[in-house]
């Protein structure tokens, strides 16, 4: 079980954390990504922390901008999000993966477990 939280109104530039928890065992063998959807939109790829490595990996839309924590001691995956855009505005979801590949990592359908979504609004 995983789901998201964090989300709520924030105004351009602006900062939000979100968090991914996940309940079960052997947390730092899943690879973790953070998505996100806009009404009418298909689900994007903002970031993913990749199993046993320190890195993550960002779309190039967040970047600079967002950053990916990893906890594997409470099983969590934050998401903190500076410098927010009204175009930012989507529900963000994490899910999670323990045999995706690196080039997968933007593939949504690769990710076996996805939380419930957490919405991000992001008023000009």
């Known amino acids: 079980l995983m789901f998201a939280s964090g989300g709520g109104l924030v105004q351009t530039g602006g900062s939000l954390r979100l968090s991914c928890a996940a309940s079960g065992s052997n947390f730092g063998s899943y690879s973790i990504g953070w998505f996100r959807q806009a009404p009418g939109k298909e689900r994007e790829f903002i970031g993913a922390?990749?199993?046993?490595?320190?890195?993550?990996t960002y779309a190039d839309s967040v970047k600079g901008r967002f950053t990916i924590s990893r906890d594997n001691a409470k099983n969590t995956v934050d998401l903190q999000m500076n410098s927010l855009k009204p175009e930012d505005t989507a529900v963000y979801y994490c899910?999670?993966?323990?045999?995706?590949?690196?080039?997968?990592?933007?593939?949504?359908?690769?990710?076996?477990?996805w939380g419930k979504g957490t919405l991000v609004t992001v008023s000009s």
């Open positions: 922390s990749i199993r046993w490595n320190s890195n993550p």
């Open positions: 899910a999670a993966s323990q045999r995706i590949i690196y080039s997968d990592l933007r593939r949504p359908t690769r990710y076996n477990y």
